[in-house]
């Protein structure tokens, strides 16, 4: 697509249920990040794949935070038994990395998840 | 990892005025990515720098590689210029860090 795409654009959720985000990323793009934004504050990294692996998932606050990437392509962030400090905005951005070098940032308009 | 800071962390400016905005990296770096966040929260792309200098209208911004530092100039500052300007690093095939942003006001 023209654009990283994400879905839902708001999602509003009781507590303990489970939700699913979704991200379509720039086509061709091999790398794919989350991010999380609570209300006035900076980004927080959740988890990075390339390709279809998740060399780095240091920042899923808890087990109960999933994603995975099939095709290299779509990206699925789950979120189990949803509590109310999961309200935030998750991020999804995408890149095609040219060697080390070269490698250039795209966001999508993110997800709005109010947790009830 | 990479270690990202930025500074002022909020800024007011009358419109017309020009403004720095500095980002500080604590180790050497392939990529650096200069973005503003809207008030309805997009991110936007304004640079990609690594190293060097750009300049797209109103806005420019240098990257000293080797003093890793990163600056943003926004000159003729306009009501639109308002949000949450970050700035990421990171290298080649590592996750991107941010910094904690600089928030933006101009006011008319």
């Avoid at chain 1, 994603?67 to 995408?94: F, K, N, P, W």
């Avoid at chain 2, 007011?12 to 500095?22: F, V």
């Amino acid at each position: 697509g023209a654009g990283v795409s994400q879905s839902p654009s708001n999602k509003v959720t009781e507590k303990g249920k489970d939700v699913e985000l979704r991200c379509d990323p720039i086509s061709g793009h091999t790398a794919l990040y989350w991010y999380r934004q609570s209300l006035g504050q900076g980004l927080e990294f959740l988890i990075y794949f390339q390709g279809n692996s998740a060399p780095d998932k240091s920042g899923l606050p808890s087990d109960r935070f999933s994603a995975e990437r099939t095709g290299g392509s779509v990206s699925t962030l789950t979120i189990q038994r949803t509590q109310q400090e999961d309200s935030a905005v998750y991020l999804c951005a995408s890149s095609t990395p040219q060697g080390p070098t070269n490698e250039k940032l795209f966001f999508g308009s993110g997800t709005q998840l109010s947790v009830l | 990892g990479i270690q990202v800071e930025q500074s002022p962390p909020d800024l007011i400016l009358q419109e017309g005025a020009n403004s720095t905005l500095r980002c500080n990296f604590s180790d050497s770096v392939n990529n650096l990515q200069w973005f503003h966040q809207n008030p309805w929260g997009q991110l936007i792309n304004l640079f990609y720098i690594p190293s060097g200098t750009k300049q797209n209208g109103r806005l420019s911004a240098t990257t000293v590689a080797t003093e890793r530092y990163s600056l943003l100039y926004i000159s003729s500052s306009q009501t639109t210029d308002s949000g949450v300007y970050f700035c990421a690093a990171w290298g080649g095939y590592q996750k991107v860090t941010f910094g904690t942003g600089t928030k933006l006001q101009v006011i008319p």
